[in-house]
């Protein structure tokens, strides 16, 4: 799985070389395919329940598993790239939100509060800790930056199937004033253990955290229409703590 979350970081990172005004989604979705039948893999989304392409890019307010399209990307917007890659017999899966040529200050500081979020959360996996500890972590870092974190998605387990348990929710509660108060309910009890792999996607929006279905039937937007962020690393639980598989080094 390290083997392979590298070639996929790789991957990504050849992708993202690609987001600049004028581009179509649907292009990225082509080169992120060609890239992953040239490393011998496969994409684990394509067909995954339906899902007709390799490469999620949601835009702007969407955010996540929307479907690439002829849509244009244009000065100002940000996308998430979320891919998943098959290598081995196992599964990858990480995702960037990457600006398209210059951004507002506001959303340069929803990236950077989105990429603090993740690396917070990673922090809170090592053996002996609570699946909910993630949660909490990133729900108080996220609103204490006046942002909202989406409830109604959530980061997984991962390894011969691209989804497994346990869930991994971005919050405790739905309420800010509760956040420390709350005991962990369902899968937020589960305790991480050495050898676990976890994929943790905190998805941070701008206005509030309600979401509804994207046009295309297969994505999520937020509800409010404001803007949206996601990014995700997946993680294997060693003795030490979390190392990140989903890297280029």
């Known amino acids: 799985m390290a083997e392979g979350g590298k070639i996929l970081a790789e991957i990504v990172e050849e992708v993202k070389?690609?987001?600049?005004p004028g581009t179509k989604t649907s292009e990225l979705d082509r080169l992120a395919e060609s890239l992953i039948l040239k490393s011998g893999g496969e994409c684990s989304f394509k067909g995954y329940r339906g899902y007709p392409n390799c490469l999620?890019?949601?835009?702007?307010?969407?955010?996540?598993?929307?479907v690439p399209s002829e849509k244009v990307l244009k000065e100002g917007d940000i996308i998430s790239l979320d891919l998943g890659f098959f290598y081995k017999g196992f599964h990858s899966d990480m995702a960037v939100t990457v600006p398209v040529g210059k951004i507002s200050l506001e959303t340069e500081r929803l990236i950077e509060v989105t990429k603090k979020a993740l690396e917070i959360g990673i922090e809170k996996v090592k053996p002996g800790n609570r699946i909910g500890d993630i949660g909490r972590a990133v729900q108080k870092y996220v609103e204490g930056q006046s942002f909202n974190v989406v409830r109604e998605l959530c980061g997984h387990g991962i390894g011969r199937k691209i989804h497994e348990d346990p869930e991994i929710l971005n919050c405790v509660s739905f309420d800010k004033a509760t956040v420390d108060k709350v005991k962990f309910?369902?899968?937020?009890?589960?305790?991480?253990?050495?050898?676990?792999?976890l994929c943790l996607e905190p998805m941070v929006t701008v206005g509030d955290w309600h979401i509804k279905e994207t046009q295309d039937g297969f994505g999520y937007k937020t509800k409010d229409d404001s803007l949206s962020c996601h990014f995700e690393h997946m993680v294997a639980v060693t003795k030490n703590g979390a190392k990140i598989l989903t890297v280029v080094k």
């Open 17 to 20: 070389k690609e987001v600049k």
């Open 56 to 66: 999620c890019v949601s835009v702007n307010e969407e955010i996540v598993h929307a």
């Open 185 to 197: 309910t369902g899968d937020g009890n589960v305790e991480i253990k050495e050898g676990m792999v």
